[in-house]
């Protein structure tokens, strides 16, 4: 089984954009393997099993075979990368999870990808 650390992103959204580039810093900073895949990569999608407006729309990450979307898949990928170790505890902590997932999934992703669709109508 894969033990590698997988990202699935959307590079063209500025706020997930930056906070990745953010984490591909620490990981590379801690020698830390994580690969990070910008969902326009049509090859690299495919490989997902996530169609584009899924991925779009969640954060994924994928380690050991499994595939995590939203607030598990930060923990998965914090867990990894020693400067953030210190978030998967506090997000894992049974309250502070279940109302960190009820905000991003129900507000932080939502107009995230909202924002989404308005840059792609634009263009």
Known sequence: ????????????????????????????????????????????????????????????????????AGLPAFIVLWRDIPRTRWLARLFSLPGVHWIACKIYDHIAAPLLYAMHRRREARN
């Not at 894969?2 to 500025?14: F, I, K, R």
């Not at 990745?20 to 910008?38: G, I, M, R």
């Not at 090859?43 to 595939?67: C, D, I, M, P, Y």
């Open 1 to 68: 089984m894969n033990d590698q650390t997988e990202v699935l992103y959307n590079a063209s959204c500025p706020i997930c954009g930056r906070e990745v580039e953010h984490y591909a810093k620490l990981s590379t900073e801690a020698d830390v393997p994580v690969e990070y895949h910008d969902l326009g990569d049509a090859e690299k999608l495919a490989r997902w099993n996530v169609s584009a407006e899924e991925a779009a729309k969640r954060f994924h990450v994928r380690k050991g075979g499994q595939t995590y």
